[in-house]
């Protein structure tokens, strides 16, 4: 069975900086997503990058990219020039390829943006 | 990305009534939805995957005849949380899995009361 571990239950930053969030995970499959989602306080699921586990390259959306590296099996995810809006709950989840596939979740980062 | 709603937003049911929470596609024709049950400050759990004119896979520990289920069209998913009891007082969230990405796209969530 997969599992996802985010081993950082908080994190702060200051508005404009620079913050990553960890992510590991532990699966035997070769092929495979991972995504990060924010959840606000709204409690809206986001999704905020996604990335499949045969691309080298990173994914990258804006302010936001991953470090994906498939042999550590870690998948961090970075928050550039933070604004108060990204203040939220990031959850880390991988997903096999294929079929009716169910994500897995990590048990969240709670980032909070300071100003 | 895909846009799910969720009708209710926030319900709240006396004990041993039965409640119905619709998920909707609005813009894709999804054959596979996802049912999840998220308690405050913790990640989301699976409950149930559904299909389109095909009985739910419930996950693990999850009784079916308190939680049912039903797929009966490319737009809409439902959930009735049969004969409420104030422990099924949780946050629960829809999402559907589509497109090309196999990404799944989440619904606002509803919350639900029971007193």
């Known amino acids: 069975a997969q599992t996802v571990t985010q081993s950082q239950p908080e994190m702060s930053v200051q508005e404009a900086e620079t913050v990553t969030l960890s992510c590991t995970y532990d699966?035997?499959?070769?092929?495979?997503?991972l995504f990060w989602y924010k959840q606000p306080p709204s409690r809206q699921m986001i999704l905020v990058i996604r990335?499949?586990?045969?691309?080298?390259q990173n994914a990258t959306e804006n302010r936001f990219s991953v470090n994906f590296q498939k042999a550590a099996k870690s998948f961090s995810l970075k928050i550039s020039d933070s604004q108060l809006g990204d203040t939220a709950m990031y959850f880390c989840?991988?997903?096999?390829?294929?079929?009716?596939?169910?994500?897995?979740f990590g048990k969240g980062t709670k980032l909070t943006v300071n100003p | 990305g895909a846009v799910v709603s969720q009708h209710p937003s926030w319900v709240i049911c006396k004990s041993g009534t039965s409640v119905k929470i619709e998920c909707r596609s609005l813009?894709?024709?999804?054959?596979?939805m996802f049912w999840y049950r998220q308690f405050p400050k913790q990640s989301l759990m699976l409950m149930a995957t559904?299909?389109?004119?095909?009985?739910?896979?419930?996950e693990q520990g999850v009784e079916k005849d308190k939680f049912l289920i039903n797929h009966a069209s490319l737009t809409l998913s439902t959930l009735t949380v049969t004969s409420a009891h104030p422990e099924d007082s949780s946050f629960y969230i829809c999402?559907?899995?589509?497109?090309?990405?196999?990404?799944?796209?989440f619904g606002p969530g509803t919350r639900l009361t029971v007193l």
């Open positions: 989840a991988f997903m096999k390829q294929g079929g009716s596939e169910k994500l897995v």
């Open positions: 699966t035997s499959e070769s092929n495979y997503y």
């Open positions: 990335q499949e586990a045969y691309k080298q």
């Open positions: 813009d894709f024709q999804a054959t596979t």
């Open positions: 559904s299909n389109e004119g095909s009985k739910a896979t419930y």
């Open positions: 999402s559907e899995r589509g497109g090309p990405t196999d990404t799944q796209y």
